[in-house]
């Protein structure tokens, strides 16, 4: 015990001295704490604070914590979860030490990831702040509560898998069983909320009846929210919500430490997909996820030279999709129309769904099989232009944006009766605000491509994307307030975006023309 109590110490100090070697990393975290402290100062000058209901916050934390321990648990079924990386493996399973030493070790460390997975959090204390009168520490509760949902799911994976992967119809049965309590629980609340005719304000209140306290670690940590948060501090709530969480933890802990001494065949394959995860992040290359592909036809049979790219693109897209519509596109478009049946009657429900729509586009875009091309040497090795090229390898992608636009804001614009401006609006700004997307990434492997450090190459991802884009915003906005003063929501939103499409546009062309060398010198982007 003593050996892994030193190896834990050891890391944290090696983490940390790491850091006077790995420059990149290190700004990394000073631009976070300054970002953090700049939202700590500016979000505590509001004089104005509190006045929201604070169900609304006991709502929402019981649907995210609620949902975050489904989809960790819900791993258990497939290839479980894992505490430990490859090190472990080599090491600390071949050792001499008690298997459930070990297996306590792996736990200390996935409570510190756990508590990172949820920093986000701290970043919404100017809201916080402003809506419930929050404070620092009422931000950290919050923040301890959603890495203990997250905590527990994996932990109940782990329980999951080591109890049913080795029986497939048993496996099944409490795949069904578990599938079946969530959707019975989400059926149960959408039906009562559509009974009421208000909804969100429906899914607040049954949120917080009662029987939601019984739901494991959702229902138990809003017990403790409502203890910490009310009026009056209620001791006896926290302690009961403290107390339920802490004993289901240790109940599973106990079980796999106890029924399953022999637990290393059990997260040998979640541990070795994660460190392939990681190593591909390093490697700035795509891992391949898909497990099931139909083959059909084979050979491009199409295409020469360049455009040999988009044709082959395509082939191994209609594999594994569904006429070229992925399954993220199809989940987040039935997840907008969901959403679009409830609040249908707000005239601005459609403006959300368009920001949220960029915001998934910008956190997606990189992962297209233009990126993982760029990763393999043919398209470096090819005799065209360098410009020709690049425009090919990504030719697929540029489709793929433009179909997505039609597949989300068609069916929104249709269920809502917006007007055919705005729903050809929100399609071509979709698609300038994606081409922009695809040019900063190739700005970034032009500039930044032989630094290793992932985390500084997303700030600066991220901040070229605010620069490029503000001019077309800047005119579109002009355009909106000082040309067309008239027309309606619709015509100011035309006048706003359809500029700031031109301008997107425009400026991706010139980007990827001048990052075209990125092809002619693959040293530039480490390959």
Request: charged share 15%; glycine share 8%.
């Amino acid at each position: 015990m003593f050996a892994l109590k030193y190896l834990l110490v050891t890391n944290l100090k090696n983490r940390i001295k790491d850091l006077k070697h790995n420059k990149n990393k290190l700004f990394f975290y000073i631009i976070m704490i300054a970002l953090f402290g700049f939202i700590l100062f500016t979000g505590g000058k509001d004089k104005n604070v509190g006045g929201q209901n604070i169900d609304i916050l006991y709502a929402v934390c019981f649907a995210l914590n609620g949902m975050m321990f489904y989809l960790m648990a819900k791993s258990g079924f497939t290839v479980g979860t894992t505490f430990f990386n490859m090190a472990d493996v080599n090491y600390a399973f071949m050792s001499p030490l008690r298997p459930q030493s070990i297996l306590y070790y792996g736990i200390i460390k996935q409570m510190a990831s756990s508590l990172l997975a949820g920093l986000f959090i701290l970043f919404q204390y100017a809201t916080l702040h402003s809506a419930f009168g929050f404070n620092i520490g009422d931000i950290f509760i919050l923040l301890v509560g959603y890495c203990f949902a997250i905590f527990s799911g994996q932990i109940t994976a782990l329980l999951i898998y080591s109890s049913v992967s080795n029986n497939e119809k048993t496996q099944k049965i409490v795949k069904y069983l578990f599938n079946g309590v969530f959707i019975a629980l989400i059926a149960y609340v959408g039906i009562k909320a559509l009974a009421k005719g208000d909804v969100v304000n429906s899914l607040v209140e049954i949120a917080n009846q009662d029987f939601m306290n019984y739901i494991p670690v959702a229902g138990w940590t809003n017990i403790f929210f409502r203890g910490v948060y009310g009026e009056e501090v209620l001791i006896q709530n926290i302690i009961l919500g403290l107390g339920l969480n802490v004993a289901y933890v240790g109940l599973i802990i106990f079980i796999i430490a106890r029924r399953n001494l022999d637990f290393y065949e059990d997260v040998l394959q979640s541990t070795e997909k994660t460190t392939s995860a990681i190593n591909s992040a390093k490697e700035h290359r795509q891992p391949e996820m898909v497990k099931n592909v139909k083959v059909g036809k084979k050979g491009i049979k199409k295409g020469f030279g360049a455009n040999t790219f988009f044709y082959k693109h395509m082939l191994e897209e209609r594999r594994i999709s569904f006429i070229f519509v992925n399954k993220l596109t199809i989940i987040l478009s039935i997840g907008i129309m969901i959403a679009t049946y409830f609040f249908k009657g707000d005239s601005e429900f459609f403006y959300g769904v368009f920001g949220f729509s960029l915001y998934i586009l910008l956190l997606t875009i990189g992962t297209g099989r233009w990126a993982r091309e760029l990763n393999k040497p043919f398209i470096y090795m090819l005799p065209e232009p360098a410009f020709k090229r690049l425009i090919y390898v990504s030719a697929e992608n540029i489709l793929k944006i433009f179909l997505d636009g039609i597949i989300l804001f068609v069916p929104v614009s249709l269920m809502m009766g917006q007007s055919p401006i705005v729903t050809v609006t929100a399609i071509i700004s979709y698609f300038g605000f994606g081409m922009i997307l695809m040019s900063v990434n190739f700005l970034v492997d032009r500039i930044l491509g032989s630094v290793s450090g992932k985390m500084v190459m997303m700030l600066f991802y991220f901040i070229m994307v605010i620069i490029i884009s503000a001019p077309g915003m800047v005119l579109g906005i002009f355009i909106s307030t000082s040309v067309i003063t008239s027309g309606g929501p619709a015509v100011g939103f035309a006048a706003t975006m359809i500029p700031s499409f031109v301008v997107n546009i425009i400026a991706s062309l010139i980007i990827t023309f001048l990052c075209r060398n990125i092809l002619n010198y693959s040293e530039l982007n480490n390959k």
